[in-house]
Nanobody, 122 residues
């Protein structure tokens, strides 16, 4: 069974940092692109960042560039999202997702984790 389990969410003050983790199982992790998608309260889904199967660097949406960094450890089957300089507008449920393809630009997000809540508030 393919599973994605996120962890690391919580409450943080504006300007603070958090690192989200996603432990993957049930598939060959280093063969697929992965992505983070978020959903703010009362809003739709927003693609945040993605990384190809064996890349060191990924891509981020404009609103988080310079603040968020996606990475992966294929030996540990784990995806990460390092978040810094957090803003109240980053408050959302963050989902770890698996692409259907090795290149995030060529596939679709076929498996989703249960999500982890990040709240940025003073």
């Amino acid at each position: 069974e393919v599973q994605l389990v996120e962890s690391g969410g919580g409450m943080v003050q504006p300007g603070g940092s958090l690192t989200l983790s996603c432990l993957a199982s049930g598939f060959t992790f280093n063969n697929y692109a992965m992505a983070w998608v978020r959903q703010a309260p009362g809003k739709g889904l927003e693609w945040v960042s993605a990384i190809n199967d064996r890349d060191v660097y990924g891509r981020e949406t404009e609103s988080v560039k310079g603040r968020f960094t996606i990475s992966r450890d294929n030996a540990k089957n784990t995806l990460y999202l390092q978040m810094s300089s957090l803003k109240p507008e980053d408050t959302a449920v963050y989902y770890c997702t698996k692409s259907s393809y090795w290149d995030w630009r060529g596939g679709y997000l076929e498996v989703w984790g249960q999500g982890t809540l990040v709240t940025v508030s003073s």
